[in-house]
T-cell receptor, first 114, second 113 residues
Framework: GESVGLHLPTLSVQEGDNSIINCAYS??????FIWYKQESGKGPQFIID?????DKRQGQRVTVLLNKTVKHLSLQIAATQPGDSAVYFC?????????????FGQGTILTVHP | KAGVTQTPRYLIKTRGQQVTLSCSPI?????VSWYQQTPGQGLQFLFE???????NKGNFPGRFSGRQFSNSRSEMNVSTLELGDSALYLC????????????FGSGTRLTVV
């Protein structure tokens, strides 16, 4: 039969606003959580990561929050710019022998209006 | 520093044919992972190689295979192509294969007609 395409969540913001992108993950044993940005025609680009023993990590204009109780991850982008428009994916890795195996979320389309 | 290079960028094949995709990792990186990206299934892990050994494999049929050479370059092969194999195939490399350390290439867009 015909496969149903993923209907990605979308987030539309004005330039200068703060953006929050959410992700629910599935494996409570995951050790690494990573956020990627994918622009059209390109592969995913690493933004920031967090290990399971942390609940918050900050980078340049980005903050990742991890809530292991409800298996929830969020990415906050401060002062969002038009260049931030892309699809954002969360990914998890169980560590240990899960070499190279990232499990990706469905993605969120972020559109930033000037 | 050169990134992950995938060739070719675009490919059109006919059902039933086979295809080989190539990935050159970042210099010094020994781990290479492959992913399939489709609108229907999103990003799915295919397999991972380290020092010419497959250490991990995703849930894909045996038509999907890969290998890694002594210089860490990797190839993946898909035999007996089906329409559903049309996808963006992404390669990522890492120094040792730690989960948060992968750099992705721009992918090979495969279209099966």
């Amino acid at each position: 039969g015909e496969s149903v395409g993923l209907h990605l969540p979308t987030l539309s913001v004005q330039e200068g606003d703060n953006s929050i992108i959410n992700c629910a993950y599935s494996n409570s044993a995951s050790d690494y959580f990573i956020w990627y940005k994918q622009e059209s025609g390109k592969g995913p680009q690493f933004i920031i990561d967090i290990r399971s023993n942390m609940d918050k990590r900050q980078g340049q204009r980005v903050t990742v929050l991890l809530n292991k109780t409800v298996k929830h991850l969020s990415l906050q982008i401060a002062a969002t710019q038009p260049g931030d428009s892309a699809v954002y994916f969360c990914a998890e890795n169980a560590g240990g022998t899960s070499y190279g195996k990232l499990t990706f979320g469905q993605g969120t389309i972020l559109t930033v209006h000037p | 520093k050169a990134g992950v290079t995938q060739t070719p960028r675009y490919l059109i094949k006919t059902r039933g044919q086979q295809v080989t995709l190539s990935c050159s990792p970042i210099s010094g990186h020994r781990s290479v992972s492959w992913y399939q990206q489709t609108p229907g299934q999103g990003l799915q892990f295919l397999f991972e190689y380290f020092s010419e050994t497959q250490r991990n494999k995703g849930n894909f049929p045996g038509r999907f295979s890969g290998r890694q050479f002594s210089n860490s370059r990797s190839e993946m092969n898909v035999s007996t192509l089906e329409l559903g194999d049309s996808a963006l195939y992404l390669c990522a490399s890492s120094l040792v294969g730690q989960g948060n350390s992968y750099t992705f290439g721009s992918g090979t867009r495969l279209t099966v007609v």
